[in-house]
């Protein structure tokens, strides 16, 4: 079975960009693309225990309707063209619920989302909606700011605890660099008071690295009074290509990223 990737998609350049890469990823995975748009600023009348918009509504919405395959259907072609697996479809309602229903309905392998575009709209679309799907999903999610080229992932950190990490994430890690051929920082964030011994550390780090079957990769650790402080500096000081954390872990690091400035 293909693996899937989902795509959200507003025609933003942002979203744009999320299905570039997700493209990129398909070429060397063999991956179905299933690329979704959502149909905003109509009342879900389910909720409110009516069965049937308005007539005028209902006319709007299969206008828009058939307006967004279009669309879809253009932006899809050229890659169609170069043998890539792409699926497209439509749904009226709300983002983040459209998109939960989407990733339940199918068997997702991973969620490519880009972070926000530059007008008001696109800020809403990807910015709450994209914090409600990486809080509530299981599956694993990639977050773009802006164009990324998967080839020029060359340095992959890893922020943990390097407890028990899930074997699913563990899994993914291995999948990323095996896709991009990325060396792996792993990256232990302590705390000013706290004193930290480097062999200790090292022997500790070695032995998750080979109980997880980690490659190519090299050990540090990085002092900060905030943890999503201290991986955001080290991995911009260090110049790192990709950011990968277990969703369960430094809820706040989405958040930073957030509001920082565009590269």
């Known amino acids: 079975m293909k693996p899937k990737i989902v795509v959200p998609i507003d025609f933003s350049e942002s979203s744009q960009n999320a299905l570039n890469f ?23 009348t389910r909720m409110y225990g009516e069965t049937h918009a308005s007539s005028e509504q209902q006319a709007l919405m299969n ?29 009226v309602g709300s983002v983040y619920g459209s998109i939960a229903d989407k990733i339940a309905s199918d068997n997702v392998d991973l ?18 909606n994209t914090h409600k799907v990486i809080r509530n999903t299981k599956h694993p999610i990639c977050v773009l700011k802006g164009s990324v080229n998967l080839d020029n992932i060359k340095h ?67 002092t900060d009074i905030d943890p999503t402080h201290g991986i955001i500096h080290y991995a911009e000081h260090n110049k790192a290509d990709l950011i990968f954390v277990g969703t369960d872990c430094y809820r706040g690091l989405l958040e930073r990223l957030w509001h920082r400035k565009t590269q």
């Open 63 to 91: 206008i828009m309707d058939i307006v967004a395959h279009k669309k879809l259907n253009a932006v899809v072609e050229p890659f169609r063209a170069e043998g890539i697996d792409i699926q497209v479809s439509v749904d």
């Open 22 to 44: 997700a493209v990129q990823i398909a070429k060397k995975t063999n991956a179905v693309i299933l690329l979704h748009h959502i149909i905003e600023g109509f009342q879900d």
């Open 156 to 222: 992959i950190v890893f922020a943990s605890e390097f407890e028990q990490e899930p074997d699913k994430v563990m899994q993914e890690l291995n999948d990323w660099q095996s896709i991009t051929g990325a060396k792996v920082t792993l990256l232990k964030v302590n705390h000013p008071s706290f004193t930290i011994n480097r062999e200790e550390l090292e022997s500790s780090l070695k032995e998750f690295a080979l109980r997880n079957h980690v490659k190519n990769y090299e050990i540090d650790a990085y």
């Open 111 to 128: 969620i490519v989302l880009g972070s926000h575009g530059n007008s008001q709209l696109d800020k809403k679309y990807l910015g709450s």
